[in-house]
């Protein structure tokens, strides 16, 4: 089993709708990251959190630490949302375990 | 600022060459990451640097593979002989410090044939 696991694995949504991609993790993290990987390639970070909430324009990412769970949520989606979203923790060692990706596509 | 900056972007090699991948980090970032994507096993970390010293490289595969950081703005990763099971996309991330959301640069897509 995976330390990092993502659901679901792969996503498609009409523009405007709400999205959720859930993250569950089996370690104890010091903080957990949500990256952005575009059809090109590069990877953005768009959040690190360790406890509550974030959000940022369209996107929001909670985390609760008893549940060892993580869910990033876009609002009113748009077909430039379209990207793999990588869930990944940091444990205590300071390494970046990854979750294998979410695939999104949102179609206009 | 650039960004983190990778070279080369992509490389193409033929079994048992010398391969080496450079990366630039954000000036006054400490740490910095190198990662390995491949469609089987996702994102992997490598190594990581603190201040130019190898904290972890657990994550490297095998003694073919070594990384170096002779300074706060440079480290390269080599891998000799190279194996097509090394083709993969390898990417260099950044960080103020380890604490820190990455910065990642935009990868070297390695083809080993």
């Known amino acids: 089993k995976n330390e990092v696991e993502q659901s679901p694995q792969n996503l498609t949504a009409q523009e405007g709708e709400f999205i959720t991609i859930n993250c569950s993790y089996s370690?104890?993290?010091?903080?957990l990251h949500w990256l952005q990987q575009h059809p090109g390639g590069g990877i953005v970070s768009l959040f690190m959190?360790?406890?509550g909430k974030k959000k940022h324009g369209r996107l929001i990412a909670t985390i609760n630490i008893q549940e060892k769970h993580s869910s990033l949520h876009i609002t009113a989606s748009h077909p430039r949302d379209s990207a793999v979203y990588i869930c990944?923790?940091?444990?205590?060692?300071?390494?970046?375990?990854f979750g294998t990706g979410t695939r999104l596509q949102v179609f206009p | 600022d650039a960004g983190v900056i990778q070279s080369p972007r992509h490389e193409v090699t033929e079994m048992g060459q010398e391969v080496t991948l450079r990366c630039k980090p954000i000036?006054?970032?400490?740490?910095l990451f190198w990662y390995r994507q491949t469609m089987m096993r996702g994102l992997e970390l490598l190594i990581y640097?603190?201040?130019?010293?190898?904290?972890?490289d657990s994550g490297m595969p095998e003694d073919r593979f070594s990384a170096k950081m002779p300074n706060a703005s440079f480290s390269t990763l080599k891998i000799q002989p190279s194996e097509p099971r090394d083709s993969a996309v390898y990417f260099c991330?950044?960080?103020?410090?380890?604490?820190?959301?990455?910065?990642f640069g935009p990868g070297t897509r390695l083809l080993v044939l």
């Open positions: 640097f603190n201040n130019n010293v190898p904290i972890d």
């Open positions: 990944a923790v940091r444990s205590g060692t300071d390494k970046l375990i």
């Open positions: 991330a950044s960080t103020p410090t380890r604490q820190e959301t990455q910065y």
């Open positions: 000036s006054g970032h400490n740490s």
């Open positions: 370690v104890g993290i010091s903080a």
């Open positions: 959190l360790s406890s």
